[in-house]
């Protein structure tokens, strides 16, 4: 089997959960919280200036906040599991024997005998103690490792992507009909990222499809009601 073909089969959905939790959540974002707000401002005003500027702002302030949202809460991540690493490296050096012990009972607790979780754990530890222990004590790995600036970078462009779409209505659309067609519109952006990012992470489609339409129906659902019922009507 040539290294293509094994590449290619070796290409598993989990080696994108970096890069797609964060576009994902940046794009649906970017479409529900910039439609909820024009479609909250459209039921209180027919202006289509102000509905357009609320949807440029949202577009702008959301885009920063989700960035740097994201930047502030991986870093955060990232600096825990470095605290982490630390510890274990200063264990491995202060008590090899009994983080080699540790090691052993956690594959006995897999199904291993005594001798060969032994065995195994001496193997892999004259190998790479560190990466042994990070594995498969704490779980960490290269696919689970933090990285900051990508989730920001992702969520920054997605949540942009995302939030143009609303924009483009509230330029275009017929103001009689504003609420209505950023709705339409919206769980139209929604079904298709939903069925793309569903696709794009091997998870069923029409599950994903349906999630997004029934929560964004009622993120949009409350802003309308709350526009209508709060919102001063600007002639």
């Known amino acids: 089997m040539s290294a ?16 797609l939790r964060a576009g994902v959540l940046g794009a649906n974002d970017g479409i529900l919280s910039t439609t909820s707000l024009v479609i909250g401002v459209a039921a209180a005003t027919s202006d ?8 440029l702002s949202g577009l702008i302030a959301g885009a920063m906040s989700m ?6 809460s991986v870093s955060s991540q990232e600096e825990t599991e470095k605290a982490d ?10 008590m090899p024997e009994q983080e080699l012990q540790e090691i052993i009972e956690i594959y006995k607790g897999r199904g291993l005998n005594a001798a060969l979780a032994e065995e ?16 498969d004590e704490l779980g960490m790995t290269e696919i689970s490792a933090a ?13 942009i992507i995302g939030a143009i779409l609303p924009l483009l209505v509230a330029f275009l659309a017929p ?40 929560w964004g129906t009622i993120a949009m659902a409350t802003t309308a009601l709350i526009g209508h019922l709060f919102g001063t009507h600007i002639v």
């Open 4 to 19: 293509n073909k094994i590449q290619k089969i070796e290409d598993h959905f989990i080696y994108r959960i970096g890069w």
């Open 48 to 55: 289509r200036g102000t509905i357009a500027l609320t949807a």
């Open 67 to 72: 960035a740097a949202g994201e930047y502030v």
């Open 85 to 94: 690493i630390a510890r274990e490296k200063a264990e491995l050096r202060d």
């Open 120 to 135: 195994v754990a001496v193997a892999l530890t004259k190998h790479n103690a560190l990466e042994t222990h990070l594995r």
């Open 147 to 159: 990285n900051p600036l990508q989730a920001a970078l992702a969520s920054f462009i997605s949540f």
């Open 175 to 214: 103001l009689k009909a504003m609420v209505l067609w950023q709705y339409v519109c919206s769980i139209l952006f929604l079904m298709v990222l939903g069925g793309i990012s569903a696709k794009t992470g091997g998870a069923p489609v029409a599950k994903g499809v349906i999630k997004v339409c029934l």
